[in-house]
């Protein structure tokens, strides 16, 4: 469907080595990039809709936005952590 039903906000932390900031900063956005695409794919599949905060639901999106940051900074992130989270319907 079209129609937008909610908008969910999320805020994001990357869990990574001491000193890689300045190098993280630098990737910045391809990593909101690849972070969006996941993102996208999981709410057009349903994955924010119900209890969207299930922690089986939280760990798969977790994970899967992990596999996307090691693969752009392989040995620099170790996890995403979701330090924030909410959705306002319409």
């Not at 996208?40 to 209890?51: L, Q, V, Y």
């Not at 992990?66 to 952590?81: F, N, R, W």
Request: proline share 4%.
């Amino acid at each position: 469907e079209t129609r937008i039903d909610a908008i969910v906000v999320l805020s994001l932390s990357l869990e990574a080595k001491p000193g890689s900031a300045p190098a993280i900063y630098a990737i910045e956005p391809k990593l909101r990039d690849m972070f969006l695409q996941i993102l996208f794919e999981h709410a057009n599949t349903g994955g924010f809709r119900g209890t969207f905060t299930e922690s089986i639901a939280l760990k798969r999106l977790r994970g899967q936005l992990l596999e996307a940051a090691q693969k752009i900074m392989p040995d620099v992130i170790s996890d995403v952590l979701i330090t924030d989270i909410g959705r306002q319907d319409s």
